[in-house]
């Protein structure tokens, strides 16, 4: 009977929340743990050598806009030193990577990419930003001989093999981040206070949803992918985790000099080079309407087909319910799985996309669909199909309540339509009757 088939689907339902938990409980303070000194036995303190080394030396920062590629769409940033003795002009760039490094795939998947510092002639740099049409725009930076001197001092010890490779974080630990915690040291912590303030009330979900809302495939994987903790409220900290957001508090921030005066930290801020390229959109346009409208169109596709009597409407039915079950089983482990033993974990935990795709749809992919093929109600296909639209409900609920709230109206729309349908579609199936009589 079908009240027996969902007592015993319940324990499915129950492996899939244990796994889900963990998912679930991610904390976004987390998020944000206090930044560890940059370079162990490099000071950033007084030191007459670096004072007369720094007393040369100029500092900048350049920001690059947004390219063509879905990775360049975020931006870049480089910091820029210049030795008026020397000669030396290089631009710092903490962005490198190489896709030939060993087991690069599954580490980018892990979230152990691992990226290095590389230093460019600054002219040959900005000259190839320009060359793929990005906006490049100049900070000239008002600091000591000593804190030039130390930011120098940094960069060499960042440039050798042993100091040079991090763990690439896209939130936490970039090319921009990488900068600002640079000018943070140098600064002895002049950033700490300025950049705990609330930012301009940004989310790092609603951040790269602006950014990739273009790009078909890239915006609702991100939407389906970020948990609870990437709609948390960010600081200017956090914030600075994209070059143009870290180059806008740069330039507003006041600082000390060496006389204790209060003095701005950018002395000039330009734009040498404006791309002919339509501006990123000030905030992420909306999908939920078109998400909804494609729900409620496939959800109605699902019960009108099986309730008719053709081959063709049979067999169209099958071929979406293996697609769609398969799918979302195969995403929803890949869910389970990131929010769990990957160094994803932060952002991809706590996340209740799980209750909408999940492991147990693996099993209604083979027992719904078998169902749906013959035309014949099982008691196991009807508590599978029950559950799975049970469980996608209680996590639209769940969105209600505040503690619980996550920013995933796109998913909700597209995939509690479909779910409930294909319950619907199975529970309207005549029962399989077996030769005794009884239903299985």
Sequence with gaps: MVVSAIRRAAGWVAAVMLIASSSLTAQAT??????KP?????????????????????????????????F????????????????????????????????????????????????????????????ENRTIRQLDLQLTAVQRGAIADFVRWNAQDANKYYRY??????????????????????????FAAPGSGRTWRNETARITASDPLVYPGIQVALGRNADHVLTKWEESFLPDLLANHLAALTVTDANGAPVKLVVRD????????????????????????????LAVLVVLLSGAGSVLARGMLVAFSVLWFGVGGLL?????????????????????????????????????????????????????????????????????????????????????????AFAVAVLRLRPRVRPDGATP
């Excluded at 987390?30 to 930044?35: N, S």
């Excluded at 974080?169 to 300025?194: H, I, S």
């Design 72 to 131: 360049e769409k975020f931006g870049h940033i480089a910091l820029a030193l210049t030795d008026s003795t020397t000669g030396e002009d290089l631009a710092l760039n903490w962005g490198m990577f190489d896709f030939n490094q060993p087991n690069f795939l599954a580490r980018f998947l892990t979230g152990d990419t691992k990226y290095w510092m590389a230093g460019y002639r600054t002219a040959d740099f900005n000259a190839a930003y320009m060359g």
């Design 30 to 35: 987390e998020l944000a743990p206090t930044p």
């Design 332 to 420: 929803g482990t890949a869910l389970l799985l990131a929010g769990a033993v990957t160094k994803h974990a932060p952002y991809m935990g706590a996340n209740l996309t799980v209750l909408q795709v999940h492991p147990l749809m693996l099993l209604a992919a083979v027992v719904v669909t078998v169902a749906l093929w013959r035309r014949t109600r099982t008691g196991a296909a009807a508590g599978v199909a029950a559950l799975v639209a049970l469980l996608s409900v209680v996590g639209r609920t769940l969105q209600l309540v505040p503690v619980w709230s996550q920013e995933s109206g796109v998913v909700l729309a597209l995939v509690v339509p479909v779910q409930v």
């Design 270 to 297: 330009s734009v040498l080079f404006t791309a002919d390229r339509a501006p990123m959109p000030e905030v992420a346009p909306s999908r939920v309407p078109m998400a909804l409208g494609l729900g409620v169109v």
């Design 38 to 70: 940059l370079a162990p036995g490099v000071s950033a303190t007084l030191d007459s050598a670096r004072a007369e080394r720094g007393a040369r030396m100029s500092v900048a920062i350049f920001t690059y806009g947004p390219g063509a590629f879905v």
């Design 169 to 194: 974080d896209y939130f936490a630990d970039n090319c921009a981040t990488r900068v600002r915690d640079l000018l943070n040291w140098a600064l002895q912590g002049q950033l700490d206070v300025p």
